[in-house]
């Protein structure tokens, strides 16, 4: 069951973006370190699409990412999470949205080398309250579906870089969370696995879900249903 939470934008209708990002700026350091990482960012991204984030290395991918997603502030502006507004929040109420509602894929898989891939997806769904008989039916299912049911009870270690891609995958979508941000996804595969992983994204947005990907991989921007081009901290293309 997701988490109420009371800061509320009135928005959600049907035709309402998952994720609204209203003006927003991120600024890093001060004085001679200052950067405008982002600078007034208005962009919309919507349930069952694929959006490619395009851009130069430090236009500001992973930085948008991370202020939508809650795991940064942002220095001035507004962020709407599925009707939440997220810049309203204290962290206590900003870590239970985070958590309800989105989902990482990140280039580093980023999976607990300790535990198995069964317990790796299901760590996150019994973390936000899930029992654990639910939980492991749920990450089995995810694990079908991404095409690696055979390895539950292997570590991440065991596994090839793309099959660890494709446990990350399980884990982010075990939840059905509305939004998956993945920076880089394909960023440590070769092009077979990179072509597997975009696959899978793309079932993943058909499946309902807003699906933004960080990237520098023509094969994922040449799949993705929409485009947000970033230039030095401004959207020049695919803007609200
Ligand atoms: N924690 C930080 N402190 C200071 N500057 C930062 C910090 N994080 C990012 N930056 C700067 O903000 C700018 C945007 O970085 P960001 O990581 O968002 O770019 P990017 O488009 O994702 O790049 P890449 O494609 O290389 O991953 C860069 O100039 C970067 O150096």
């Known amino acids: 069951?997701?988490?109420?939470?009371?800061?509320?934008?009135?928005?959600?209708?049907?035709?309402e973006p998952v994720l609204r990002l209203e003006g927003v700026h991120k600024v890093y350091g001060t004085d001679e370190t200052r950067h405008v990482a982002l600078d007034g960012v208005t962009v919309?991204?919507?349930?069952?699409?694929?959006?490619?984030?395009?851009?130069?290395s430090g236009s500001g991918k992973s930085t948008l990412l991370n202020v939508s997603g809650g795991l940064?502030?942002?220095?001035?502006?507004?962020?709407?999470l599925a009707g939440h507004v997220l810049t309203a929040m204290g962290p206590a109420e900003?870590?239970?949205?985070?958590a309800s509602l989105v989902s990482y894929v990140f280039q580093e898989y980023n999976l607990i080398r300790t535990m198995t891939v069964l317990e790796n997806v299901c760590l996150p769904l019994e973390l936000s309250g899930m029992a654990r008989a639910e939980a492991r039916r749920r990450a089995a299912t995810a694990l079908e579906r991404t095409g690696v049911p055979r390895h539950t009870r292997k570590f991440p270690d065991q596994l090839s870089g793309g099959e660890q891609q494709r446990v990350a995958i399980a884990r982010a979508i075990a939840?059905?969370?509305p939004l998956v941000l993945a920076d880089e996804p394909t960023g440590a595969l070769d092009s077979a696995n990179g072509e597997r992983v975009v696959e899978l994204l793309r079932e993943v947005a058909a499946g309902g879900v807003a699906c933004v990907v960080a990237t520098h991989n023509p094969e994922v921007t040449a799949a993705a249903d929409h485009i947000v081009r970033i230039q030095d901290g401004r959207v020049v293309e695919g803007g609200a």
Do not use: N
Not at 47 to 56: D, E, F, I, K
Not at 72 to 77: K, N, R
């Open 94 to 98: 900003l870590t239970r949205t985070r």
């Open 72 to 80: 940064e502030q942002v220095t001035s502006g507004t962020i709407i």
């Open 44 to 56: 919309d991204f919507h349930a069952a699409r694929l959006t490619a984030l395009v851009g130069h």
């Open 1 to 15: 069951m997701r988490t109420a939470v009371s800061t509320t934008s009135g928005a959600g209708g049907p035709d």
């Open 175 to 177: 939840d059905q969370r």
